[in-house]
């Protein structure tokens, strides 16, 4: 005779389950966890750092941090942002080691002469179901398509060559799907600071492709 099933308490959500489960020692879950968020935190880390290298040591003391608070976390604030608050701290504590690092306090948006490299009017408005997406799109590239991993690439360049404050607000936005405000909670900006950051960012972004992929299809 088979033992009587035990029923999860109604209401439970995806994250209680899975806190529980970490809680409880479940390998299984740990692994899933460091492979939905191990890359977006190398990511952020690389904005406090020198080198990926080191980027990857700050992400393991992160993972450790976390396993070690488990039992402190208090759920006010998503698992998530909790895990990704520790890895701020410890990149921030790695950075400063290495006097490379600026404080989160201080992200906001650059001195007017930092101007979009890009005219705003190109792009859609924040009421528009596509906005931050072309409204008036660039002249169309020499050559055939771009293929997406050479396009990846080039936007992976493109992202190097941000001011860091920058870099990571359009990481997060457009390279992880954070939403505005779970950025701002964790860098600690204002939602027009945000905006404005993501705004500069992208237009940077989209003027690095433009202006590559039209200077590659050149004789």
Do not use: Y
């Not at 990704?84 to 201080?106: D, W, Y």
């Not at 404050?165 to 939403?179: E, F, H, I």
Request: proline share 6%.
């Amino acid at each position: 005779m088979e033992p009587p099933s035990v029923s999860e308490p109604a209401g439970i959500t995806t994250e209680e389950r899975e806190l529980a489960a970490l809680r409880a020692g479940d390998e299984a879950a740990f692994l899933a966890l460091v492979t939905r968020h191990h890359g977006a935190m190398v990511r952020v880390a690389t904005t406090f750092v020198r080198s990926q290298a080191i980027a990857e040591e700050v992400v393991q003391e992160t993972w450790v941090g976390v396993l070690r608070g488990l039992h402190l976390f208090e759920g006010r604030s998503s698992l998530k942002s909790w895990i990704f608050s520790i890895l701020v701290n410890c990149a921030k504590a790695r950075g400063l080691k290495e006097v490379r690092s600026v404080p989160m306090s201080s992200l906001g948006p650059e001195e007017e002469e930092d101007a979009p490299s890009v005219s705003p009017d190109r792009f859609r408005g924040d009421e528009d179901r596509w906005a931050g997406h072309w409204a008036e799109p660039p002249a169309p590239w020499p050559d055939a398509r771009v293929e997406s991993s050479e396009l990846v690439a080039l936007v992976a360049e493109a992202l190097d060559t941000l001011p860091q404050a920058q870099r990571t607000v359009m990481s997060l936005r457009d390279v992880d799907g954070w939403d505005s405000g779970e950025v701002c909670a964790l860098l600690g900006i204002t939602e027009v600071n945000q905006r404005v950051l993501l705004h500069r960012a992208r237009s940077k972004v989209r003027a690095f492709l433009e202006e590559r992929l039209g200077r590659e299809g050149l004789p």
